[in-house]
């Protein structure tokens, strides 16, 4: 069994910076994919950041330029640093990742979701 255990979410006051992390845990081989999806009251979930496992990129256009999304393959944690945070940010944040599980298979696996609040 694999899970995901997020961190870092809380109140942020517009403007300002957090960052999130999430670890990958279990009968883990490798993660082809990580990455970040976020879901605000009455909308529909959507993609912040993703990472693969060489280091490519790719970023959703309303956190472009302010975002970066990083892993650490050593310890199966990828990270999200947000800057200049602004009310629309405010969301659930939700760590995604494509396993391959010690049965030989890919699982995608979601975390629990972290709460960030940008508010004054």
């Known amino acids: 069994q694999v899970q995901l255990v997020e961190s870092g979410g809380g109140l942020v006051q517009p403007g300002g910076s957090l960052r999130l992390s999430c670890a990958a845990a279990g009968s883990i081989l490798w993660i082809r994919q990580m990455g970040w999806y976020r879901q605000a009251p009455g909308k529909q979930r959507e993609l912040v950041a993703v990472?693969?496992?060489?280091?490519?990129?790719n970023y959703a256009d309303p956190v472009k330029g302010r975002s970066t999304i990083s892993r650490d393959n050593a310890k199966n944690t990828v990270y999200l640093q947000m800057n200049n945070l602004t009310p629309e940010d405010t969301a659930v944040y939700l760590c995604?990742?494509?396993?391959?599980?010690?049965?030989?298979?890919?699982?995608?696996?979601w975390g629990q979701g972290t709460l960030v609040t940008v508010s004054s």
């Open positions: 995604n990742a494509d396993i391959l599980t010690v049965r030989g298979m890919f699982s995608e696996v």
């Open positions: 990472i693969t496992s060489n280091g490519s990129t």
